[in-house]
């Protein structure tokens, strides 16, 4: 399974972005996906992950309410809709998917977040 992501840049405080991460490879074999980001000087944490029918989702409490996790298996495609953006949501946007024991990463884009 290979991930790309994309759809990260520059924008101001209170601005929205929509990330996106592709996934190809052997998709049909995907369980749940997620969205991790990594700022300067931190480790990796959860921003949301969302279940292998979509239905199930969970979010960072830091981002509840502001980012909206979602899947279209059809496109083998994972959104992250990002709204009222902060300053420290500043970091890499990383996508990860679940495929039996294993986790695939993709290379992260970008978010930095202006005040």
């Known amino acids: 399974v290979q991930l790309v992501e994309s759809g990260g840049g520059l924008v101001q405080a209170g601005g929205s972005l929509r990330l996106s991460c592709v996934a190809s490879g052997s998709t049909f074999s995907i369980n749940a996906m997620g969205w991790y980001r990594q700022a300067p000087g931190k480790q990796r944490e959860l921003v949301a992950v969302i279940g292998r029918g979509g239905g199930s989702t969970n979010y960072a409490d830091s981002v509840k309410g502001r980012f909206t996790i979602s899947r279209d298996n059809a496109k083998n495609t994972m959104y992250l809709q990002m709204n009222s953006l902060k300053p420290e949501d500043t970091a890499v946007y990383y996508c990860?998917?679940?495929?039996?024991?294993?986790?695939?990463w993709g290379q992260g884009t970008q978010v930095t977040v202006s005040s």
């Open positions: 990860n998917a679940f495929v039996r024991l294993n986790v695939y």
